[in-house]
Structures are given as C-alpha cells and as structure tokens.
C-alpha cells in the first residue's frame, strides 16, 4: 500500500531532550516536506527537500532540523524541544520536485513539558 | 510567505443541503488544490487544479481554479454526514528558483446537523 508513515504518533517529552520523529514513504517521491498544525494557525511548513541531500527552510524552519540522506526517508530533529513546539506534525511527500499533490502521514502529536 | 483567506471558517449545515467554500489571496498561484481533513488523521487531497479558469469535479465535490488566479473555491453538492471535517485550501506558488512551497488557508470546518 502507497502510503507515508510517520513514528511515533504520540510523544510526550520534556523540555531540552532531543527528539526525531522519522517520515518514510514507499512511493519513490521525489519531494518531502515537514508542517506542523496549530489551533487557529492551520498547517505551516517547516522544512522541505526537493531531493536527496537537498533541504531547504519553510515559513516555521526555527528550533528544527531535518535530513535527506535517502529518498524514502526525512526525519524531523528537535535538538532541544521547547514547549512552543507543542504541535500535530505531519510530513508530507510527492512525486514531483515542484511539491504539487502532496500526500500527508497520519501525524505525530507531540508534548513538550 | 503568501496568505490564504479561506472563508467561512466554520458551517452548520442541514444533510442534503449544498456546501460552498473559497480562498482568495494576494497573489497569484499556479496550483490549487483542496485537502479534506479528518479528527486524528492527515489531510487528504481531494482536487487539484492546475489550469485559470479550470473547474474539475470528484464526484459530488466541484473546484474552480479561479480567472485571475488569485482565489479559488469548492462546492460539495447533497452534503452527506461523511462530508464532516476539515477542509483546506492550499496555493502552490512557481518561482524562478522553482516551487515556494505549498499555502495553506486556515480552513474550513464542516459541521452537518441532523
């Protein structure tokens, strides 16, 4: 089955302890991108990479880092959580470098103490 | 970046009745597309619409990519207690370095009442 799968779904952490939450994807696309959803904000993109080996910074890309070493994989690092990082993030891919019809993961809810 | 104003942000509706939401902005896309998002799950696409002026249809669901290229809008004909969510436009913008990112509007949130 075509789909992106995102772990963990939920995590509870505190502030300061380094975190990945790891995106995969099984459809060979090209682009991948990373948002977070807030009430009231709606969905904002915090990283994306058109390629392996290429990233570059969303609208949100501060107190994230992200990594394109393999095609199907794109984690999302939060160094030092803070609790503003409190979010639903959900990653995102598809077939084409432009990021046109993107597929969304089930996301991660993620609490920061 | 660019904004999305999607309207209304909320709508209570009877079943059966018609749904009609839009998104303007500012500036000008080269993609729309509608998204459909469910209580604990990832947005779904719905419709994409690549062309000014292009009006597409996925079954009871109808979009329009809009003239100027600045707005757009979806229409969800005989509303179903299914058709309950969020729904969400998004803009995909070309620029000469090649694509911004997608756009999202805030959404709107469907509510249909017995």
């Known amino acids: 089955e075509a789909q992106v799968t995102q772990n963990p779904r939920y995590l509870i952490t505190v502030t300061g302890k380094k975190l990945t939450v790891t995106c995969s994807q099984n459809m060979n696309h090209e682009y991948m991108s990373w948002y977070r959803q807030d009430p009231g904000l709606g969905l904002r993109q915090i990283y994306y990479s058109m390629n392996v080996e290429v990233t570059d910074k969303g609208d949100v890309p501060e107190g994230y880092k992200v990594s394109r070493k393999e095609k199907r994989n794109f984690p999302l690092i939060l160094e030092s959580p803070s609790p503003n990082q409190t979010s639903l993030y959900f990653c995102?891919?598809?077939?084409?470098?432009?990021?046109?019809?993107?597929?969304f993961g089930p996301g991660t809810r993620l609490t920061v103490t | 970046g660019q904004q999305l104003n999607q309207s209304p942000q909320s709508m209570f509706i009877q079943e059966g009745e018609d749904v009609s939401m839009n998104c303007t902005s500012s500036s000008i896309f080269n993609t729309w597309l509608w998204y459909k998002q469910d209580p604990g799950e990832g947005p779904v696409l719905l419709i994409a619409?690549?062309?000014?002026?292009e009006l597409t249809s996925n079954g009871r669901l109808t979009a329009q990519f809009g003239i100027t290229r600045k707005d757009s809008f979806l229409n969800i004909s005989a509303s179903i207690p299914s058709d309950v969510g969020i729904y969400f436009c998004?803009?995909?913008?070309?620029?000469?370095?090649?694509?911004?990112?997608?756009?999202f509007g805030k959404g709107t949130h469907l509510i249909i009442q017995p």
């Open positions: 998004a803009g995909l913008m070309y620029s000469g370095g090649g694509a911004d990112g997608l756009t």
């Open positions: 619409l690549y062309k000014a002026g």
């Open positions: 995102a891919s598809s077939i084409g470098q432009g990021g046109n019809e993107q597929y």
